[in-house]
C-alpha cells in the first residue's frame, strides 16, 4: 500500500509541476502578446513560484507546512483585490481585507508557536 502511495504521489506531483510549467508559458506569452506586465501578472508569476516552491518542498520532505499555503492564498487574494478592486464596493474589499488579516496572523501564529514569546514553548522534562 506504501508503494502504492508513493506512486500516486509521484504521478500528482508531475501533473502538478508541468502544469505549473505550461501555465507559466502561457502567462509569459499572454505578456509578450500585449507588451505590457501588470502588477497582477507578477503576482500570478508569484503564485506559480510558490506552487513550484511547494512541489519541492513536498518531494524533498514528504510533507508540507502550512506556511506555504497560506502564503498562496495571501497572494491570490492580492491579485484578485487587485484585479476586482475597481469593480468591487467598499464592503466587498473589506471582507477581502479581513480575509488577508486573518491568514496574515495565522503565519505569524505558526512561525511564533515554538517561541518563548509566546509563552508557547513545552518545558522539557529531565
Known sequence: MEKITKYLQLILLSIILLST????????RTMYINQSVTLADLLLMFLYLEV????????????ISITLPLLIAITALARFIILQGKEMNPSGLVYEAVAILLIAGAIVVLRLRHSEKLGLKKNKKR
Not at 511547494?54 to 514528504?62: A, K, L, S
Request: proline content about 0%; glycine content about 4%; cysteine-free.
Open 52 to 63: 513550484l516552491a511547494m512541489v519541492r518542498v513536498f518531494w524533498d520532505q514528504q510533507s
Open 21 to 28: 510549467v505550461i501555465a507559466v508559458g502561457i502567462e509569459i
